[in-house]
Structure formats: structure tokens, C-alpha cells
Nanobody, 125 residues
Framework: QVQLVETGGGLVQAGGSLRLSCAAT????????MGWFRQAPGKEREFVTS????????YYAGSVKGRFTISRDNAKNTVYLQMNNLKPEDTAVYYC??????????????????WGQGTQVTVSS
């Protein structure tokens, strides 16, 4: 059974930075595609970014490309989301997700069977 635990959320001013971490337990982390999604109040959950398990190929939503960076450390079973130049519209609950796979091209929440509990990110203007 895969379990995911996100940490690192908080309150930050616009233009600031935060780094989220997602620690995974279970036997398949090193062969799993990892994704980050977010859900703002009153909105549907949306894809943010994903990373493949092998060579670390990544994919980003247009709204975060150039500001957010996903990375992973397979030795630590952890995936990270570095968020720079944060904007108020980035305010949301951020979720880590996992699925078996060899590429990062999974963009829908139904593509991922495993989810963390989420961590709140609030960006003040």
C-alpha cells in the first residue's frame, strides 16, 4: 500500500517562495510517476506538474511553468515542489499523487490512484 504525506505548506507573501515535500512509503516509489495537483476554494482540482521515475522527465501546467520546479530523490522516497515567485492565484491545497508509470504525461486526477492528504498554501497580496 502506498502512502503519501505532504509537508511544507504555509503562508507567504506574493513574490515569495515555498518548498513542498511529499514523502512516500510503499514498494513502488522508484517506479512511479509522481504528480502535484492543487485545488483552490470553489474550483476543481487541477494538474500542476509531474515527474517520471527514471530519468526525471517533467511536465508543467502553463500557469506554473518557469516558476515551479518538481524534483525527486528516489533514495529518500521523496518528491519536492519548489515554488518561486508565488502569486495570490497559487493559493490552494496542494496534493501529491502517485501512479505506476514510466513517463510524466499523466495530467488527470483519475490517472493517479494514490493521494496524500494535502497541504495548504496561502499567498497574500
Amino acid at each position: 500500500q502506498v502512502q503519501l504525506v505532504e509537508t511544507g505548506g504555509g503562508l507567504v507573501q506574493a513574490g515569495g517562495s515555498l518548498r513542498l515535500s511529499c514523502a512516500a512509503t510503499g514498494p513502488t516509489f522508484s517506479t512511479s510517476t509522481m504528480g502535484w495537483f492543487r485545488q483552490a476554494p470553489g474550483k476543481e482540482r487541477e494538474f500542476v506538474t509531474s515527474i517520471s521515475w527514471s530519468v526525471g522527465n517533467t511536465y508543467y501546467a502553463g500557469s506554473v511553468k518557469g516558476r515551479f520546479t518538481i524534483s525527486r530523490d528516489n533514495a529518500k522516497n521523496t518528491v519536492y515542489l519548489q515554488m518561486n515567485n508565488l502569486k495570490p492565484e497559487d493559493t490552494a491545497v496542494y496534493y501529491c499523487a502517485s501512479r505506476l508509470g514510466s513517463d510524466p504525461y499523466y495530467f488527470q486526477d483519475y490517472d493517479y490512484p494514490y493521494w496524500g492528504q494535502g497541504t495548504q498554501v496561502t499567498v497574500s497580496s
